[in-house]
């Protein structure tokens, strides 16, 4: 008989290509770059700092203040009417089960 030994397990070998890699990560950077810039003009909105970048930055987007708590009010609402209903639901599975 043979005696017991470790099994071998495949090992896959991969080359990532590295032009394909480097194309990814290069058309990725301005998405990335416009959603901080998206997040930074949000927040100093909502916080009422208003700096010459943040008021122009509006301005190009023709999005006043309000507009910007309107959004967020209704964003608000939405996820509380969300909440609620997973909630019930959440419920009348929990009956059921016990039924």
Request: aromatic content about 16%.
């Amino acid at each position: 008989m043979d005696k017991p030994r470790q099994r071998r397990h495949p090992v896959v070998h991969s080359n990532l290509n590295l032009l394909r890699e480097t194309i990814l990560y290069v058309s990725s950077i301005p998405l990335w770059l416009y959603c901080l810039f998206v997040i930074y003009i949000t927040s100093m909105t909502l916080l009422n700092i208003n700096t010459e970048f943040v008021q122009l930055a509006r301005i190009s987007m023709s999005i006043s203040r309000t507009d910007y708590i309107d959004m967020f009010k209704s964003v608000f609402y939405f996820i509380i009417v969300i909440v609620i209903f997973f909630v019930v639901r959440f419920i009348q599975s929990f009956k059921e089960e016990k039924l």
